[in-house]
T-cell receptor, first 114, second 109 residues
Framework: SAVISQKPSRDICQRGTSLTIQCQVD?????MFWYRQQPGQSLTLIAT?????????ESGFVIDKFPISRPNLTFSTLTVSNMSPEDSSIYLC???????????FGQGTRLTVV | AQRVTQPEKLLSVFKGAPVELKCNYS??????LFWYVQYSRQRLQLLLR??SRESIKGFTADLNKGETSFHLKKPFAQEEDSAMYYC???????????FGAGTRLFVKA
């Protein structure tokens, strides 16, 4: 199994600013992912964070808006840039056990943009 | 296209009643199917996966490839089963997971 520490747990930010969310895993993992969960909706995959290379973004998400870093096999960051109220959501970090494809999740970051 | 459909947003049952949470999927290959659960104030966690064919907390789910379904069932619901349940699909090789919209199960006393 893997334990993920994600911070901050919540934040209230002014529009036009940026917020960086950190995700630390207690073991080395190959795959790390970032999801968004808007109010009342399901989890939407933003991107796969690749170690040593650029993240792979899903349709509708771009690097300029959601830059991602993955400096090593236990850590990743997601930045939400130039925020607007529409970015208000829960952002989740996830990693996958390559042994059995089970996904593990952080507690999430509840972001409110005012 | 890969898609997971959970038709019910909310399911309310009485304690002791059977419960079935529906899940249908579309995928062109051989997917792995999962059920994840999120209890109040807790993080999302794996409940069960079709490969293991096991019963967890009394829940079972059978993969029906003909109907492309993976419904979650429990014969006698308990109050502690109240939670948000997500059906999920992982692509071949398990490189990413796609989630359904989720079903909130409410078990009444």
């Amino acid at each position: 199994s893997a334990v993920i520490s994600q911070k901050p747990s919540r934040d209230i930010c002014q529009r036009g600013t940026s917020l960086t969310i950190q995700c630390q895993v207690d073991s080395q993992v190959t795959m790390m992912f970032w999801y968004r969960q808007q109010p009342g909706q399901s989890l939407t995959l933003i991107a796969t964070a690749n170690q040593g290379s650029e993240a792979t973004y899903e349709s509708g998400f771009v690097i300029d808006k959601f830059p991602i870093s993955r400096p090593n096999l236990t850590f990743s960051t997601l930045t939400v840039s130039n925020m607007s109220p529409e970015d208000s959501s829960i952002y989740l970090c996830s990693c996958m056990s390559t042994a059995n494809t089970e996904a593990f999740f952080g507690q999430g970051t509840r972001l409110t943009v005012v | 296209a890969q898609r997971v459909t959970q038709p019910e947003k909310l399911l309310s049952v009485f304690k002791g009643a059977p419960v079935e949470l529906k899940c249908n999927y579309s995928y062109s290959g051989s997917p792995e199917l999962f059920w994840y659960v999120q209890y109040s104030r807790q993080r999302l966690q794996l409940l069960l996966r079709h490969i293991s064919r096991e019963s967890i907390k009394g829940f079972t789910a059978d993969l029906n490839k003909g109907e492309t379904s993976f419904h979650l069932k429990k014969p006698f619901a308990q109050e502690e089963d109240s939670a948000m349940y997500y059906c999920a699909l992982s692509n071949t090789g398990g490189f990413k997971t796609i989630f359904g919209a989720g079903t909130r199960l409410f078990v009444k006393a």
